[in-house]
């Protein structure tokens, strides 16, 4: 028998070194991944290879009875076990089936209204890493006893040094155990485990089926992608299923036109269990099975499972599966397939498990999310794929998933067991999984198993927060319930639940902080900053409402300036693109850059069809960038790819506090590759390399605050709202949706690019040719105005349009320097300066259009040179 790992190992060298029982547990695969090519693929997981239920609730099970020997029954009795996700959610549960007397929880990456996550980790090798903890009882985590931590393999174990360090910091513990079905670490990662475990003062077992390691030849990731690369490109006429033939195609795989469509089998009627769901093609009809689910317990351990859950749901199954059974051909269901569903790796287990015990021919795989090459050869692991679209409305948008050895390996019926949260449109779809499985397999059975939501009980007893809800009104928890703030990275927040921007236009890297009252009148901010009893991160500036008249006067900027705007948004997306050498992904700075960010993503896939990443991240002058986000993005992309995206420079603070930002975070964190340089739209203060120009001009987004910038606010960063791991805060202003002109800014800049297009392939070409080196200019200038007006504090200095704009939006202002004989650029500045009682000063050599001072000797009430009141807007 050909080892389903000779395919990869031939064309890359790749080797399993060990003992002789590896190659009968994995095989070996190729995937597009930015870490790590090579994919060892589990024979006894039941993720990617259809196996025998018996083979893969055995495996686990075995591997728990290994724990409960280990711990003892009373230890075992104390324990705790945590199952990662997706593909060791199952694996996680059959070992606590092993151990029998321990709760189950595992993490996810599905977050869930009204549960406080109790903590959370990276996952550094993954297709996607972010997890979740999601407890219905905080206290699960919080014990003493030990942790059993269960994953499909163990390659370098950072994984679990995350998830231990997270959660050691706050609830330390004498003891852990790792399994895993194999250990592939190499000896440099043994010995850091090992002094792990002593510097933290505890004990860490481990307990695997096999251990050995993976031999990877020099320039092997490289080589891998390029495999992937050209067998993609030869696959990419099969949208449906994917087989890249290597020995001439599998027939089974490639249903014939010309043989006509599969016969329906609608199963029987009368079945009281069994009702028709309409055909996704002519194919074939699947059959809903009303399971009777026992009420109360859970369809898997994401919110927690417990022995007393065991007991039940293990009375339960005979009758489960006897349903099952009925819904199956009644002339004998032959080969039978139970697939699951990402996550949902338990329960269609269990089920597979009772119908193989009723003494059916059954196989168990489920579906995934991570994207994996089909190779139709004997020595390869993943010979075919089925793709299909995400049908559980997934936190991190729409995106493609995956069914594996489905596909042409002659099941005669299968049975696809989703959660309720699943069952959606996507899933029934002419392309939804329902309708690829039937165009496979002549009998489709749809299993759907209750999505488990906690109940918390009666309402507390009533907050300032709770004050309107009646006492014995059952809610979720909410998150500030929670024991501990947690250390999670949660994937990016996304409009319309937070911003008005599409959600593919920005993920934001920040937390929710929209209930959170955070605003405080100009004169008192301005009075606390300046005397240093506050950071101005610390609080927000009541948002600007703008009066018709200064509308109208964006509208005219917007009308006149688009054409100009989109030329430089050209001129900046160019010069990325020509100077990075992988696929860039911007990194705009909340938010000013966002606006910028967007639009060189759209000029980039108008004009080149790139589908560039675009992210949104908090930095804050004195305090720096949001080391989290930067932690995300080094989890999730190569650092090197990274682009950071402002709108415009002032005197440049924000690029230095970037570059001494990114050199104590690769200090501390050890993660390199971030480029500190940042990308502008305008750089009239010489200070950055790459930008569109460097004239100081109105860039209308700089003339509103949120309602221009997807109604986000200002970022936040304090200590009592932003803890150690958690994102910089932000604001969601809703309410402002009426007065909200952020997609018309973008709609009408990205109306030029085509009239635009000839100028920025001449300008790119002249940029790229030029010496772009900073001369950092508007620093000079800044300085010596600082000491010409008596001020002496360059933070009180504001130059350019864009930041003037903002002195006289959020600041106290003392007086605004326009260059003599400035125009229509200045007209906005002109209209609120003239709001706000602050005298407008021509003067000649000032190397901006415009300079905002901000009042040198702030006191409660004064504002321009004559100490007027200020009335705030």
């Known amino acids: 028998m050909v080892w389903s790992g000779t395919w990869v190992a031939e064309r890359l060298g790749v080797e399993l070194i060990?003992?002789?029982?590896?190659?009968?547990?994995?095989?070996?695969?190729?995937?597009?991944?930015?870490?790590?090519a090579h994919l060892l693929v589990s024979n006894v997981l039941g993720k990617h290879v259809p196996q025998r239920p018996s083979v893969v609730h055995g495996a686990g099970c075995d591997l728990g009875v290994r724990v409960r020997e280990l711990l003892g029954e009373e230890e075992a009795a104390r324990a705790v076990v945590l199952?990662?996700?997706?593909?060791?959610?199952?694996?996680?549960?059959?070992?606590?089936?092993?151990?029998?007397?321990?709760?189950?929880?595992?993490?996810?990456?599905?977050?869930?209204?009204g549960v406080a996550p109790a903590g959370g980790f990276e996952e550094s090798h993954s297709h996607a890493t972010s997890h979740l903890l999601l407890p219905e009882d905080p206290k699960l985590l919080a014990g003493d006893g030990p942790l059993v931590l269960v994953d499909d393999e163990f390659s370098t174990g950072n994984t679990v040094l995350n998830t231990i360090r997270d959660l050691h910091e706050r609830y330390p513990r004498d003891r852990y155990v790792i399994v895993a079905l194999v250990d592939m670490r190499t000896p440099a990662d043994r010995d850091r485990l090992t002094a792990f475990a002593a510097e933290i003062g505890a004990r860490v077992d481990l307990l695997t089926l096999a251990a050995g390691t993976v031999g990877l030849p020099e320039g092997v990731l490289e080589k891998g992608q390029a495999l992937v690369a050209r067998y993609e490109a030869a696959a990419s006429g099969a949208p449906d299923v994917s087989v890249t033939p290597a020995a001439g195609p599998d027939p089974a795989a490639t249903p014939d036109p010309a043989a006509g469509p599969d016969p329906a089998v609608a199963g029987d009627s009368a079945t009281p269990a069994a009702s028709a769901v309409p055909a996704p093609h002519a194919t074939a009809v699947a059959v809903r099975v009303d399971l009777d689910w026992p009420q109360g317990v859970p369809d898997g351990g994401r919110h927690g499972f417990t022995p007393e859950h065991r007991s039940r749901?293990?009375?339960?199954?005979p009758a489960l599966a006897a349903r099952l059974a009925e819904a199956l051909p009644p002339t004998g269901p032959g080969r039978v397939l139970v697939l699951g569903f990402e996550e949902l790796m338990y329960a269609p287990l269990a089920l597979g498990l009772a119908l193989e015990e009723s003494g059916l021919d059954v196989s168990y795989s489920t579906t995934t999310r991570s994207p994996v090459l089909a190779v139709d050869d004997p020595g390869y692991a993943i010979r075919t794929r089925l793709v299909f679209p995400a049908h559980d409305e997934p936190a991190d948008g729409p995106g493609e998933r995956y069914a594996y050895n489905v596909a042409g390996a002659g099941f005669d019926a299968v049975v696809a067991v989703v959660d309720s949260v699943a069952d959606t449109p996507e899933l029934h779809a002419p392309d939804g999984l329902l309708a690829r499985l039937a165009e496979h397999i002549?009998?489709?059975?749809?299993?759907?198993?209750?999505?488990?939501?906690?109940s918390y009980g009666p309402a507390p007893a009533a907050t300032?927060?709770?004050?309107?809800?009646p006492a014995s009104a059952s809610i979720p928890a909410p998150a500030t319930e929670a024991p501990e703030r947690s250390s999670m990275l949660p994937?990016?927040?996304?409009?319309?639940a937070f911003s008005s921007y599409a959600p593919e236009e920005v993920g934001w890297l920040l937390q929710d902080l929209s209930d959170v009252e955070l605003e405080a009148p100009t004169e008192e901010r301005e009075e606390a900053i300046q005397s240093g009893g506050a950071h101005y991160a610390e609080s927000l500036?009541?948002?600007?409402?703008?009066?018709?008249?200064?509308?109208?006067?964006?509208?005219?900027?917007?009308?006149?300036?688009?054409?100009?705007?989109?030329?430089?948004?050209?001129?900046v997306t160019e010069t990325v693109l020509a100077e990075k050498s992988g696929t860039p992904v911007l990194v705009s700075l909340a938010r000013a850059g966002t606006p910028v960010g967007v639009l060189m993503r759209r000029w980039a896939q108008a004009r080149h069809g790139l589908d560039l990443p675009h992210y949104a991240v908090s930095i804050v002058r004195g305090r720096g960038i949001d080391a989290n986000a930067l932690r995300w993005l080094a989890a999730h992309h190569d650092p090197a790819d990274v682009v950071f995206v402002d709108g415009w420079t002032g005197k440049g603070a924000i690029t230095r506090e970037l570059a001494d930002a990114i050199e104590e975070f690769e200090r501390a964190e050890g993660i390199t590759g971030f480029d500190p340089e940042i990308a502008v739209l305008a750089d009239p203060g010489s200070c950055v390399r790459t930008y569109g120009t460097r004239e100081d001009f109105l860039i209308p987004s700089a003339c509103l605050n949120s309602t221009v910038s997807g109604l986000i606010s200002r970022t936040v960063l304090r200590a009592d709202l932003v803890g150690p791991d958690d994102f910089h805060g932000g604001k969601f202003y809703r309410e402002l949706a009426g007065a909200d002109v952020s997609n018309d800014f973008l709609d009408a800049v990205s109306a030029c690019f085509d009239e635009v297009a000839d100028a920025v392939d001449t300008d790119v070409k002249e940029l790229l040719a030029a010496d772009r080196t900073p001369t950092w200019e508007g620093w000079a200038a800044v300085e010596r105005i600082s000491e010409e007006y008596g001020i002496h504090d360059v933070n009180l200095v504001k130059p350019g349009v864009g930041e003037t704009t903002r002195v006289l939006l959020r600041r106290v202002p003392w007086k605004i320097l326009a260059q003599r004989g400035a125009g229509a650029d200045l007209a906005h500045v002109r209209l609120l300066a003239e709001q706000r009682g602050v005298p407008v000063e021509e003067v000649d050599g000032l190397p901006y259009t415009c300079v905002g001072l901000i009042h040198p000797q702030y006191t409660r009430g004064a504002t321009g040179a004559d100490g007027k009141a200020v009335v705030s807007q």
């Open 541 to 571: 500036p009541v948002e600007y409402q703008p009066s018709d008249r200064y509308q109208e006067l964006f509208r005219a900027a917007l009308e006149t300036s688009a054409a100009r705007i989109a030329r430089a948004v050209g001129c």
């Open 464 to 469: 300032p927060a709770r004050a309107s809800m």
């Open 313 to 317: 749901l293990e009375t339960s199954l």
């Open 83 to 113: 199952g990662y996700a997706e593909t060791a959610t199952g694996l996680g549960h059959s070992i606590a089936d092993g151990i029998g007397l321990a709760p189950y929880l595992h993490s996810t990456r599905r977050p869930v209204a």
């Open 442 to 454: 002549p009998h489709v059975v749809l299993a759907v198993v209750p999505s488990y939501v906690p």
């Open 491 to 496: 994937e990016p927040l996304r409009g319309p």
């Open 18 to 36: 060990g003992g002789e029982e590896l190659p009968g547990l994995l095989g070996l695969a190729l995937r597009r991944n930015p870490k790590r």
